[in-house]
């Protein structure tokens, strides 16, 4: 069963979240990956550490002939770590794939795992990673760390899931207290498996409590409502200890399909909450009928009943969906089962629009209809696409330039990005250039230029530009002043084909500007 993109992060404890480089579809030219990290304290070093795991979908992947004809894929990783504006830890790599000898091998995961000390503080993490074998962008992401141990207080490391653990034979970076623990690199848990396994660490906790001992319970409880699960608890004596190493499971094998939260709560002998940590996480077991996932026949999601359109729709939530949420609709277009994929549709929309949950569904089925329609390419659907994606996103745009064979007749150098003193120490323009300027033509590969007055949560005039690279018909989005979108210095040079100087705006560069 493989795995799929989502990345894990949250304050002091493991927290599942969505990493996509590609909206869910399984096209094998969209690379897909689980990242996920935990925080350990050292105490010997006095020192924190950061454990980070990448977990890549090698079906997604491009693999490369080698020379002695087998096959092999590579990402290239790069892990930056700020604070403020200062960059605490930098790590640029190559992850090869296993090699395959046929390309119908690749139904597999393979998983990266690397550690780094950091200090207490709070931080900025940021993953870069690029397929090699591939002509896609490589894609960004940025979280906040944060990170708090010390030898004076007691506390818990984060909570990780694990695959499973076993005897270390020989040290690895697996290897932790005797044990190699292989990470679970997700928080998407199907029928097939039948045991959530569990590891953390609990640090300085004779600190508070001496020689005495204290109770570790773990338990899982329902995600909307905090209900726990009668039957899934494990209750366990620990001796205090500067540190103790907490592995456990619990069997799952008969939870029913939905979203759950495993939790861990560190007690004292008078039963007082001293610590506690807790990790959500997804569950799909048709074969354990809960008591509502039927119900969902009877809303306005019960009325798709063909999977293959089900799987559509579910895929064009991504612009929309929490990290989670991604991660779970990724699972279900995935694999059969028309119930759970109901449920998962209505509940999309309930739990944001209680009293209007069906209305703002069909709102929103009007854009994927409309997404399909008319930015769908030979072998990529409309909601695969960038014009498509940001559609659904943010809606239809409120002002739309659209040129196929864009000439711009102009004064070259005339326009320039940064003072003229400034050009002309670089170099990047003469003084004769600067006085003479020379009538030129400038040639534009097709381009659509998208005005939005106002973005929800951003600031107003944002400007979408997509180009034909190929003049194929296929646009891909070039340049924005968007929060969080793609931004290149260089877009108007690449959409001139290189007419344009680096430090040069010329006509297209100020419609950009403008917003029209």
């Not at 996509?20 to 996920?36: D, G, K, N, Y």
């Amino acid at each position: 069963m493989k795995k799929f993109f989502n990345k894990r992060i949250v304050l002091g404890m493991v927290l599942v979240f969505t990493f996509h480089l590609s909206p869910f579809t399984s096209v094998r030219a969209q690379m897909q990956a689980v990242f996920a990290y935990s925080t350990f304290y050292a105490q010997t070093a006095d020192m924190p550490y950061v454990e980070t795991y990448l977990s890549f979908d090698a079906w997604t992947m491009q693999f490369v002939q080698m020379d002695n004809g087998s096959y092999r894929a590579t990402a290239e990783v790069l892990t930056v770590l700020k604070q403020s504006d200062s960059v605490c830890y930098v790590k640029k790599y190559d992850l090869n794939s296993p090699t395959v000898a046929s390309l119908d091998e690749l139904n597999f995961n393979f998983l990266d795992v690397q550690r780094f000390s950091v200090k207490n503080g709070i931080y900025d993490l940021e993953i870069t990673l690029r397929d090699k074998g591939s002509d896609r962008p490589a894609s960004t992401v940025t979280e906040k760390l944060v990170v708090n141990y010390d030898k004076a207080h007691p506390a818990m490391s984060s909570l990780q899931l694990m695959s499973s653990a076993t005897p270390t034979q020989k040290e690895n970076i697996l290897s932790r207290g005797g044990y190699d623990m292989e990470p679970y690199v997700s928080d998407f848990y199907p029928e097939q498996v039948a045991q959530l396994h569990y590891y953390f660490e609990v640090y300085n906790i004779d600190q508070e409590l001496g020689q005495k001992p204290f109770i570790v319970m773990a338990f899982i409880e329902q995600q909307e409502t905090g209900i726990r699960v009668d039957g899934l608890q494990t209750v366990v004596r620990k001796n205090s200890s500067s540190l103790v190493p907490v592995y456990g499971s619990l069997d799952i094998a008969q939870l029913s399909s939905g979203n759950y939260n495993l939790v861990v709560e560190l007690r004292n002998k008078d039963n007082q909450l001293m610590l506690y940590k807790k990790v959500p996480f997804f569950r799909s077991n048709p074969g354990v009928m809960g008591a509502e996932l039927s119900d969902f026949a009877t809303t306005f999601a019960g009325r798709y009943t063909n999977e293959d359109q089900l799987n559509v729709y579910l895929d064009a939530l991504y612009p929309l969906a929490s990290n989670q949420e991604r991660t779970v609709a990724s699972e279900l277009i995935r694999r059969p089962g028309l119930e759970e994929k109901q449920a998962f549709l209505y509940r999309f929309w309930q739990v944001r629009y209680p009293m209007s949950a069906e209305a703002e569904w069909l709102k929103y089925k009007e854009r994927v209809d409309y997404v399909q329609a008319t930015f769908s390419y030979p072998l990529t659907q409309g909601i695969h696409t960038d014009r498509g994606r940001v559609y659904l996103q943010y809606g239809p745009p409120d002002f739309v330039r659209d040129e196929k064979n864009f000439v711009s007749v102009s004064k070259l150098g005339t326009t320039f990005k940064g003072s003229t003193e400034t050009m002309q120490t670089r170099g990047t323009i003469s003084n004769d250039e600067m006085t003479n300027p020379s009538q030129g033509h400038i040639y534009y590969l097709p381009y659509q230029l998208w005005r939005y007055n106002k973005l929800p949560t951003d600031d107003p005039d944002r400007v979408f530009l997509f180009w034909d690279e190929h003049r194929s018909g296929y646009y891909t989005l070039l340049n924005s002043n968007a929060r969080g979108e793609v931004q290149d210095p260089l877009w108007e040079r690449r959409l001139s084909r290189q007419q344009i100087g680096e430090n040069m705006v010329g006509e297209v560069g100020e419609q950009f500007n403008r917003g029209y």
